[in-house]
């Protein structure tokens, strides 16, 4: 089955509006890293979470390990956070990063 | 200036051909790793190195081999390709290969196989 599932698959956003987007883990994840693949195709890292919270900007992303999922929270959306997003799960001191599906962000004017 | 070089950044080849795919990383990391992303699949790990030595290979065939040739170097050689070994091939180092730091990754080297 889905180790890291990721939810909404697509989501259009207006210019301005906040929302957030959702990993779930059925692998016992020890650290998360969430990605942005710009239109060029480069993978750009936005958070290296262990278990807690880490803000940046509009952006603020969660994981919680013992009910195994994380969040990223995007506010203010601007054109330019259009892409897809990803995050990755890595278990056990593997240094093995196991990728969700991506969320296909497009924020309109 | 990029840390991480891939190159060639596009590549075409021919099924049955050979190809190797350059990777270096300006970041004095420790671990390296290479993973792919094809249209059917997610991002799928491939291999990790640390200081050189092969910790996890996730590959099952056997014609992908990695070349670690210095501490900053991990080349990936493909023989026999196949058309299904059409993607954008990743590679990524950390500090180290136990998950105690976020990885980086590189632009990517897109393969066709023809």
């Known amino acids: 089955g889905d180790k890291v599932k990721q939810s909404p698959s697509a989501l259009s956003l207006q210019e301005g509006t906040n929302s957030a987007l959702r990993c779930n883990f059925s692998?016992?994840?020890?650290?998360v890293q969430w990605f942005l693949q710009n239109p060029r195709g480069s993978l750009i890292n936005l958070f290296y979470l262990v278990p807690g919270t880490k803000e940046n900007g509009r952006l603020k992303s969660a994981f919680d390990s013992k009910e195994s999922y994380s969040t990223l929270h995007i506010r203010d959306a601007q054109l330019e956070d259009s892409g897809t997003y990803f995050c990755?799960?890595?278990?056990?001191?593997?240094?093995?990063?196991?990728f969700g599906d991506g969320t296909v962000l497009t924020v309109k004017p | 200036d990029p840390k991480i070089i891939q190159k060639p950044k596009y590549l075409v080849a021919v099924t049955g051909s050979e190809k190797i795919l350059i990777c270096e990383q300006y970041?004095?990391?420790?671990?390296m790793y290479w993973y792919r992303q094809s249209a059917k699949k997610p991002l799928e790990f491939m291999f990790s190195?640390?200081?050189?030595?092969?910790?996890d290979n996730q590959t099952a065939s056997s014609r992908f081999q990695p070349q670690s040739s210095k501490k900053n170097h991990l080349d990936l050689q493909i023989t026999a390709l196949k058309p299904d070994d059409s993607a954008t091939y990743f590679c990524a180092s950390s500090p180290t290969g136990t998950g105690d730091y976020e990885q980086y990754f590189g632009p990517g080297t897109r393969l066709t196989v023809l």
């Open positions: 970041l004095g990391h420790n671990a």
């Open positions: 692998i016992a994840a020890t650290t």
């Open positions: 990755a799960a890595e278990r056990a001191n593997t240094g093995k990063l196991t």
């Open positions: 190195y640390s200081y050189q030595k092969l910790m």
